[in-house]
């Protein structure tokens, strides 16, 4: 009788830093960001390394800019060891620690044993794709919010997950949630009409962010286009913004 399949408790990381939150509501806030290996999903724009490699690299201290390499898989007691000790060298500092990637909930069986573990340290902010949710439901009591993305067809080049999107966000409503949306010249109203109304039906206390694709630090869409976007989604889901990746002008992580 072959042995129980236990989760793993070692995950694979890309960096673990601190830096300003450059996207949606929380931005301008310091959060302690770890970047995990993985993902499930391919996106046209993503511009994030996600391939595990042999090691992750570390920041010697909060928001030094110096980093050191450390053998990947990291153990939960690693990391919890060096982030309570951020926490204590820098206190009142950090807002709170950002599971990013990837896609974290790729790795979601370890997260089980590691999101309990870290909120003891700082509040967990989950960002995600927001396409996993059967990895998203029994972490949804530990974490402080979520940030999922709309994956939206002319930006990812994929069909839009809309099953897997609406399930999601029937869970990530249950935390301080708000979705994302990512849109670039090319995307057309349709889209957009279909996100602002997949999120109205699904949570309209949520706030819908609308955040221009950012390519070699610029961005192309004029303001015009963002301010009619706006628009055409807040007619349909009042709680819209319009916020630009801030960290890519601040020229911080």
């Known amino acids: 009788m072959p042995a129980p399949a236990t989760a793993p408790t070692e995950a694979s990381l890309i960096e673990v830093f601190s830096s300003i939150q450059g996207e949606g509501l929380l931005v301008g806030c310091r959060q302690i960001f770890v970047r995990m290996a993985l993902c499930n999903l391919s996106c046209a724009y993503c511009d994030t390394p996600f391939e595990p490699t042999d090691s992750c690299r570390i920041e010697d201290a909060p928001g030094s800019g110096n980093f050191r390499s450390l053998r990947n898989p990291v153990s939960l007691e690693t990391l919890c060891t060096i982030l309570h000790q951020w926490h204590l060298g820098s206190p009142g500092v950090h807002h709170s620690i950002s599971l990013t990637g990837g896609e974290p909930l790729v790795q979601g069986a370890l997260l089980r044993d590691w999101v309990p573990a870290l909120k003891k340290i700082l509040p967990v902010h989950l960002?995600?794709?927001?396409?996993?949710?059967?990895?998203?439901?029994?972490?949804?009591?530990?974490?402080?919010?979520?940030?999922?993305?709309?994956?939206?067809?002319?930006?990812?080049?994929?069909?839009?997950?809309?099953?897997?999107?609406?399930?999601?966000?029937?869970?990530?409503?249950?935390?301080?949630?708000?979705?994302?949306?990512?849109?670039?010249?090319?995307?057309?109203?349709e889209e957009i009409?279909?996100?602002?109304?997949?999120?109205?039906?699904?949570?309209?206390?949520?706030?819908?962010?609308?955040?221009?694709?950012?390519?070699?630090?610029?961005?192309?869409l004029t303001s015009r286009m963002l301010l009619d976007m706006q628009t055409l989604a807040a007619a349909i889901h009042p709680a819209t913004r319009v916020i630009p990746q801030t960290h890519r002008f601040i020229g911080v992580l």
């Open 193 to 220: 009409a279909a996100a602002a109304t997949l999120v109205h039906q699904g949570a309209p206390e949520v706030p819908l962010i609308l955040q221009p694709v950012t390519r070699d630090g610029k961005i192309t």
């Open 127 to 189: 960002e995600t794709n927001g396409t996993l949710p059967e990895a998203l439901a029994p972490l949804v009591p530990e974490l402080f919010s979520v940030a999922m993305d709309l994956k939206l067809p002319s930006q990812t080049g994929a069909p839009f997950p809309e099953r897997e999107h609406r399930e999601f966000l029937r869970l990530a409503r249950r935390t301080h949630c708000q979705v994302k949306v990512v849109v670039g010249e090319e995307t057309p109203h």
